[in-house]
């Protein structure tokens, strides 16, 4: 792989990652309630679920999905119905709130071990991006030289582009936090966070590939 491949394929990584997506708001809107340093542990579940669905591609699992459709539309529903159930669980804690209205949460407090989970279910809920990593990386690959260590440059550069975004929408939820401690002001945040979770979902259901 030549400097100028990588440097196109990191440039064009980088603008899709800047896309605002599930993983992205989910780490941006787990900032916003726990604080930036608790947003590391759905940052960490994202990541790992994006590193195992691209080696999954690589190792042919798209082709799976492209030659069984049901297959696909099972684990398209499965991933459909997590992303309303998240979009769902936020909705319904809208009022959830201290006495005092100091300190504003979509919902109770919870374990990195559960944000972990939470963030890895997010990331790998969507089959979509098997089909997307297969069709992506193949166009940066020289196959005259080496794949492997071609993979395994291109993965951990998409892995601390991604890293890099999931640190600014922290940081920018991190920012908000404040603004969003007012009681009204915070009911529209989860009505507005769990209607585009929602909204994913469905995506996720009726996009045709």
Wanted: hydrophobic share 60%; aromatic share 12%.
């Amino acid at each position: 792989m030549t400097f100028h491949t990588w440097l196109l394929f990191a440039a064009t990584a980088f603008v899709l990652s800047a896309m605002p997506g599930p993983n992205m708001m989910h780490v941006m809107s787990t900032s916003i309630r726990y604080g930036l340093l608790r947003s590391v542990g759905v940052m960490t579940g994202c990541m790992l679920a994006i590193v195992l669905v691209v080696i999954a591609s690589l190792a042919g699992m798209a082709g799976i999905l492209v030659a069984s459709p049901r297959l696909f539309m099972v684990l398209r529903v499965i991933g459909a119905a997590y992303l309303v159930f998240l979009g769902v669980r936020v909705w319904r804690a809208r009022d959830v709130a201290d006495s005092d209205g100091a300190d504003m949460a979509c919902v109770p407090a919870v374990t990195m071990r559960a944000l972990f989970r939470d963030g890895f279910l997010t990331g790998i809920s969507n089959p979509k991006l098997l089909l997307f990593a297969a069709a992506f990386l193949p166009q940066f690959i020289n196959p005259a030289a080496p794949r492997m260590p071609q993979y395994v440059t291109l993965v951990m550069t998409f892995a601390m582009v991604e890293v890099f975004w999931y640190v600014v929408y922290a940081s920018g939820g991190r920012v908000l936090s404040a603004w969003l401690r007012t009681p009204e002001v915070h009911r529209i945040f989860c009505l507005v966070t769990g209607l585009v979770f929602i909204g994913f979902g469905a995506m996720l259901l009726l996009t045709q590939v």
